[in-house]
């Protein structure tokens, strides 16, 4: 079997390498409490779309730093008053919620979805700066001179109080609400369950934000290379590496993990160089729920065929 990081029966067993804040789950129940004092002040504006079966609207609510956070939502039209299952979705590092037509299967099984720009990135959410676009190289090691300030703790805030914006909504099944994403969207829809223990179901493909440390050693070309780049201009001698790497243990999934209730299914490339498979697994064996790990001897960090369907299938069925 092919692999580049460690061989399958040590990643079985293998459980990361980022120290963990001794405080991490105080941290972030006060995170939380402080998150919900905000005036989200929602707003929803409808989209013109020509497929009668949906309705599509923009999203747009206030969050950490008073920064306006965008999903597009996305609905079936019908006439019975029963609730709804909801799809939270999230993209990738960069990227942003794309287009109406990619919700349409989720709309057909009869699903809401909502789809969050992630701040600071490729869509429509302002970053706490108030600008809208692109402030995104950095995003892993931005803030990272205080812990509050940690730029991937307010986007896990984000994603966090837009689970509760969809419980709160009247046509949606609040104990029916389920995250997926690939790679930063893997990583979120993770920190979204973790974040909210009523998150029913998380579909995540090769999640990024996993065990930083044991990124920065195997050198990968990814996002993770922000980490070496800030001790190349702030700390060349690596004086600081144990409280650096400390903190980004606050936003690291491997520890945020243990707090998902939810039914879980993760797959991971063991030729994935941009999320390398000891990063994945580190988090994946922390995990205290049900769960299942989709392994993909020949793939890296790319399409994989067999994952839609499977993923699909997987928070659709009861």
């Known amino acids: 079997m092919p692999f580049y990081d460690m061989p399958l029966e040590e990643l079985k067993k293998y459980m990361g390498k980022n120290p963990c804040p001794p405080d991490i789950d105080e941290y972030w129940d006060n995170a939380i409490k402080e998150a919900e004092k905000i005036d989200l002040n929602i707003e929803l504006k409808k989209i013109d779309y020509p497929d009668n079966s949906v309705e599509a609207y923009d999203l747009y609510f206030t969050s950490t730093n008073n920064a306006r956070i965008y999903a597009l939502y996305v609905k079936p039209k019908k006439a019975s008053k029963e609730k709804s ?23 057909n099984a009869g699903f809401h979805v909502l789809s969050m720009d992630c701040r600071g990135q490729g869509g429509k959410s302002t970053d ?83 065990d930083y440390k044991r990124a920065w050693e195997l050198n990968c070309d990814s996002a993770y290379t922000e980490i070496r780049e800030w001790f190349r201009l ?29 039914k879980v299914l993760v797959s991971v490339g063991l030729e994935d160089h941009i999320c390398p498979p000891s990063t994945i697994f580190a988090m994946y064996n922390k995990l205290n729920t049900d769960k299942q790990m989709l392994i993909y001897p020949d793939y890296g960090h790319e399409y994989i065929p067999d994952w839609d369907d499977k993923a699909f299938r997987f928070l659709v069925n009861k």
């Open 85 to 107: 299952p909801c799809i939270l979705e999230f993209h990738g590092y960069g990227m942003n919620s794309k287009t109406i037509d990619t919700k349409l299967k989720w709309a």
């Open 128 to 210: 706490p700066g108030g600008v809208i676009g692109n402030t995104l190289r950095g995003h892993i090691i931005r803030g990272i001179e205080d812990r509050d300030t940690l730029m991937f703790k307010h986007i896990f805030i984000d994603t966090y109080l837009l689970s509760k914006i969809a419980e709160s909504f009247e046509d949606i099944d609040k104990d029916n609400i389920m995250t997926t994403g690939a790679s930063q969207g893997g990583g979120l829809a993770l920190a979204c369950a973790a974040l909210n223990p009523n998150i029913k179901k998380v579909a995540a493909c090769y999640p990024f934000l996993c």
């Open 234 to 262: 702030f700390d060349p001698l690596h004086e600081r590496e144990e409280e650096i790497f400390t903190r980004l243990g606050y936003i690291d999934l491997q520890h945020l993990g243990k707090r998902i209730k939810g």
